[in-house]
């Protein structure tokens, strides 16, 4: 396989995201951007004239009035991606959906659908979803624990892929010579019984131009890590520095080649929020003074509960040691997460508030600095197998379209990414081979095995 | 209150629907219009150019290699009406999703994305699904018998409807200059523990321009024709003649008014195949031709078996008494339809052949002739209070044209259908009065009144 190019997704909540509570003060963006469906078309058209891969798009189901403003009102993934599939022609549609709060067979054919309404642009980030608070939308008293979380996301990922192949790729003849619209033979039926979910199947979608959706993952967690090695095309991860990267890299890989899959299945996706000014001096300067603007001491206080299952902070002396006992709300939350920032408080006898600052101090992008210093560190990290790509988190405006228009041309004079999409689909544009179809497939997998001897429904 | 004029839905499953098997031969049609989105928003285009208020989507979750040709493969409703929210401007999105295999906070958060995306076009059509085999779709052993699926019903519309009304309409002040994004006070939790239902909420998503999407209803039992009288704006129905129209209105009527609610509140649009020809007796052979070229006798018999949960009929001698036990079949399916078939073949002994027959007969339009006598029949209609408007059902394209272009100028000439569209949202163009705020209402309904002592959420 000849050498994948540099991939590039867009991540956008509307205005803002995780640090970037006042965002929606910027007048160069609209107050109402996470519900603004004309803002979302414009920032993807944007990504797509650059060739990006995709566009991404995170979620959460549970709010409080004290919620970040980004959390209290947006626009649902699959609604919000397939308005987007109809003003777009070739970027990815990427959307987060919880494997804890929709039922398989709704979320296997939604997505289904968006992959036919855009020609095989549809992708998939699993989650389980770290906020308890969720649970209650969904008549559950709390949230499953994270054993149960994982079981059923190992398990809803088999059942999804399952009724993804309930047609083959040429189930429809539709002959008006000899009339025949489908050929049952090629109609196969899930009727899966599993630990947590049972379904029958089949789907009423043929497949996609790309086959199936194209998976991503984003949890960090041991259980986490192997969902990804094990069933992920992509990963949407966080490094702090190459060697990060380069670490977290080669520990999927590992865990991929033990689960019998090869060592370049699965992309590294780290998102990143990046700076361009004109030399590199402005641009730090640039982002001191945006992550200033973007969020007040107060506000990270607040977004720290986040991994703890948004714990309330705020009733603690910010000047006492680090409350450690907090770890307890983490449990059915971003357990892994929380023990982090729990342990790094420890290790240096951190005050909460020393924590806060920390936390924020450590949130400083590693890709800042005029146009030039950034493209050569993207491609440092890219050639030094820390990353396959990038999830470039939405920031101001101004410093997207400087990206856009200053370090993209760069990458791609440098024959790093790509200067014209190279396919119509998600999959053959992220390099991904297609899924093989039902009946060329090996019986390697328990789902495949338990589709062989399926038959037609009746 | 001034005098409604005539509303125009159009319904269409791609190409094909009830008693259409064979459209797809058509070489007017895509053989894969069902999944086609070019073809959904050409057609749906053209309904908006003649102000039609809304296009109306069908739906089905369980297929079998039986399935008639517009159930094996169709785009999910949500996907599809998001993407022709942005391929339109002010016709109505209309789609038919089920209270047995979604949860409440999911569709009301999705449809209230699709009503904000289209900027308050968003309808729902309320079913509870007669297909016994969807349950094993979603984990049930078998399907909701009749008192459940209606008893769930009723409380998840109180549910989602409770859901959109977390946010009041000024819940957002977004004042760059004070720095306040959300007024507090104005979001509510709703906290609902019912029979069926425990959801917390608050929604994650403001009000839209209509305030909430509009609720159709389509079911005909005693316990659907309630659920219609006492929740929806309006009802999808079909009436064989203006008597039979003019009886259901009055009989929905009488229920709405025994609710509570105004004569007015709630819109008749039945159903309707229109035939127009150059003259009635040409729009009468083209009818014949179409529905001769639409449906073989063996595919009525198999389609014969949806009011009877797809029972299967082809196992029964053709010439012997329609067999009335098969009505046992009906009991979790569409009961009532089932009940008048078993009826009809009784009243008349009719052999299970006759059956198939004059229920084919039966399907003939009341609204066949030249485009002057369809314009008149339709006023003679609306005017003698059979109905409120009609739901086109999409036929041949060639139909739909004559229709869009010699019946609508018709009843445009004579002011009783829209030449312009009154307003940008759906309720606005049905003439329906926006939900009031929150605060505004007074405590008539269970949900209201379980709202009002509800605090902010902390």
Redesign the interface.
Known sequence: MTRRTLKLGLVTMGAGGPGQH?R??D?DIP??AS?N?RWY?EQVRKAEAAKFDFVFIVD????????P?H??????P???L??????TSHIGLVGTLTTS???P??LA??L???D??SGGRAGWNVVTSGDP?AA????LDEHYDYETRYGRAFEYIDVVQGLWRS?EDDA?P?D?ET?V??D?AK?HALNHKGKY??????L???RSPQGQPVIFQAGDSDHGRNLGAQTADAIFTHSASIEDGRAFKQDITRRAVAAGRGADDVLILPGVSIYVGDTDEDARRIETEYRRADHSFEQALGELGRSFGWHDFRQYDLDAPFPAETLEHARRSFFTQAQRIVELARKDDLTLRQTVEVLSASRGSPFVGSAETVANEIIRWFEGGALDGLNVMLGHPDQFDRFLNEVVPILQARGVYRSEYEDTTLRGNLGLPKPANIRAEAPASPTARREEPAL???
Do not use: H
Not at 60 to 67: A, E, G, L, W
């Open positions: 006042n929606w003060l007048p107050a109402d519900v469906i078309i959460s189901q549970f709010i409080t009035k004290d919620s403003p959390y209290l009102n947006r626009l649902e699959l609604t919000l397939s308005a987007l599939a109809t003003a709060f929709n039922s067979f709704n054919r939604r289904a659908s968006l036919l309404i608070g209650g939308n969904f008549g047609y429809f539709r008006r009339g619209f489908l049952p109609l979910f049972s379904v029958t199947g089949p009423n979608l043929q037609a429904v009746s």
